[in-house]
């Protein structure tokens, strides 16, 4: 019987194996950019490093390349609170509109906050539907800050076009409340 190591290629022979694993090798310590040393005990059983091995590593890039995010939401966010700020001023909304607005953002804001902080200690976390919901009644202004400032649910492709789902229905109801009087009416 044979006492050889299978491989994972048993029908090509032992060279060609090698011949492989060393271009594999080879392409590993072209592409990395750290080394990192095998370590191997000495007779005092102590670790120390015998050659250095090259490998692949994870280099810090700047903050603005890493979040690959803009800042468009959040000038749409600011934009569109000086145009409700500016549209309360000429009396073409009731300023508690105005107040609501910036009351569910602050809120959504803090349970956005709440929700990082639960994710980071691994407490029981805010319902994704519940951040949804706040931020279609309203609070989709300070979701956004959250996003970006706090870097939370920011890269999740599902609840981001959920999100924004919410941001166009609640801009629709809004702009159907102020084209039909119903926000005149409603406060």
Known sequence: MNNKRASKTPSAPVHERRATQQRVNQRRV?????????????????????????????????????????SMPLLLALVFLAMLIGAAWWHMLPLAIVGLYLLLSLCTFIAYAFDKSAARKGRWRTKESTLHLMSLLGGWPGALFAQH??????????????????????????????QTGFMDRLI
Request: aromatic residues 6%; hydrophobic residues 40%; without cysteine.
């Open 30 to 70: 072209t592409q990395s950019r750290a080394t990192e040393p095998r370590v191997a005990k000495s007779k005092v059983a102590k670790p120390r490093a015998t050659e250095p091995r090259v490998t692949k590593s994870k280099v810090a890039k700047p903050r603005a390349a890493r979040s690959h995010q803009s």
């Open 149 to 178: 400032l706090l870097r939370h649910k920011s890269v999740k492709a599902a609840f981001r076009q959920l999100f924004w789902l919410t941001v166009v229905t609640n801009l629709a109801l809004l702009g159907y409340g102020i």
